[in-house]
T-cell receptor
Framework: AQKITQTQPGMFVQEKEAVTLDCTYD???????LFWYKQPSSGEMIFLIY??????QNATEGRYSLNFQKARKSANLVISASQLGDSAMYFC?????????????FGSGTQLTVLP | DAGVIQSPRHEVTEMGQEVTLRCKPI?????LFWYRQTMMRGLELLIY????????DSGMPEDRFSAKMPNASFSTLKIQPSEPRDSAVYFC???????????????FGEGSWLTVV
């Protein structure tokens, strides 16, 4: 079974509008972390935001916020006031376990295009 | 601070040749990961090291692939002999260990774009 599911292969948004990128996850581990990465056309993977499974509040980093709904196992990324430079592939990822590092499991990604 | 540094950024090689990709993790990070990204399979973990010791190499596709970490600041991923289906972007990443805290994310290098013709 897929551990991370991103159901939107591509999304379009008008500049200055907000956009939500969906991510659902599957784990039986009570301790996990959820990450979002941005991959522009140049190829590098840029860390955006993190949400821990025990965090009481939704994570925010500048224009990025994570809409964490634990019961639904969803961790959607919200980008406010979209900019042309936000056009990129966005990956949701999960890391399970406490006490030692584990690998990240990635979703298939969502290609976001910001329209002028 | 310097991030994860990978070389070469781009490599074009002929089938059958040996390819060596190099990585310098972030100083102080004790976990190092090698990922491969393709259109068909997305991002997949090949191998990861903890304190220079390989912990999980179950993602290494074949015996043609090998990885080493001779010290805390250097790792290599070698493909010998290379095949066209090895064409992909290979990412090195590093992380601190410990509990899941926001500071312990995995940081990626810029990737090595490999084309085998």
């Amino acid at each position: 079974a897929q551990k991370i599911t991103q159901t939107q292969p591509g999304m379009f948004v008008q500049e200055k509008e907000a956009v939500t990128l969906d991510c659902t996850y599957d784990t039986s581990d009570p301790s996990y972390g959820l990450f979002w990465y941005k991959q522009p056309s140049s190829g590098e993977m840029i860390f955006l935001i993190y949400q821990g499974s025990y965090d009481q509040q939704n994570a925010t980093e500048g224009r990025y916020s994570l809409n964490f709904q634990k019961a639904r196992k969803s961790a959607n990324l919200v980008i406010s006031a979209s900019q042309l430079g936000d056009s990129a592939m966005y990956f949701c990822a999960m890391r399970e376990g406490v006490g030692s590092a584990r690998q990240l499991t990635f979703g298939s990604g969502t290609q976001l295009t910001v329209l002028p | 601070d310097a991030g994860v540094i990978q070389s070469p950024r781009h490599e074009v090689t002929e089938m059958g040749q040996e390819v060596t990709l190099r990585c310098k993790p972030i100083s102080g990070h004790d976990y190092l990961f090698w990922y491969r990204q393709t259109m068909m399979r997305g991002l997949e973990l090949l191998i990861y090291f903890n304190n220079n010791v390989p912990i999980d190499d179950s993602g290494m596709p074949e015996d043609r692939f090998s990885a080493k970490m001779p010290n805390a600041s250097f790792s290599t991923l070698k493909i010998q002999p290379s095949e066209p289906r090895d064409s992909a972007v290979y990412f090195c990443a590093s992380s601190l260990a410990g509990v899941l805290l926001s500071g312990n994310t995995i940081y990626f290098g810029e990737g090595s774009w490999l084309t085998v013709v």
